[in-house]
């Protein structure tokens, strides 16, 4: 009856009761339930940091789209002021051609004003010796010479 097989029962049970009578099953099961608990509490925090990683996230989304939209209010306001720019240097550019082309239609009618001058001045001088070798070879004497002179001179004021 005492063979090893009932030695080692009766070691079992023994130290199943000292476990029992020590309270290591309580000790054991408080271990347990503490170890749950803080199992429960890592989740729980590991729930919240991802729920205030989501928020997070959301909020840099949403500041992303913010500054795409920004970014492309800017570059709308680049286009409008190029093209404002663009209308102005045309409107400028346009008026400057105009001043430089009024500049070159006065010059011109001073250049022809001053080359009608200078002409007809030269016409007058040619005129006044022609009808002075003319009249010098047809009228001689005193009333021939005071023909030319006064004559010379009509022509004179006549051509100036």
């Known amino acids: ?10 070691g079992f049970l023994l130290l199943v009761g000292l476990f029992a009578y020590l309270g290591v099953h309580k000790k054991l099961g408080a271990a347990l339930d503490g170890r749950a608990e803080r199992i429960k509490a890592e989740l ?5 940091l991802r729920a205030e990683a989501e928020a997070v996230l959301a909020s840099f989304g949403k500041k992303l789209q913010e500054a795409e939209a920004e970014a492309a209010a800017v570059i709308a306001q680049a286009h409008a002021e190029a093209d404002r720019l663009a209308k102005e240097a045309a409107v400028r550019l346009s008026e400057f051609v105009e001043r430089r082309t009024k500049q070159a239609q ?35 004497g005193p009333f021939g010479e005071q023909l030319i002179s006064s004559s010379i001179g009509d022509l004179k004021s006549l051509f100036h």
């Open 106 to 140: 006065e010059k011109i009618a001073a250049a022809e004003a001053q080359a009608t001058s200078d002409v007809r001045a030269a016409a007058a001088d040619a005129a006044t010796k022609a009808a002075g070798l003319v009249l010098r070879e047809e009228a001689k």
């Open 44 to 48: 729980a925090e590991a729930e919240r």
């Open 1 to 10: 009856m005492l063979n090893a097989e009932s030695f080692v029962a009766f």
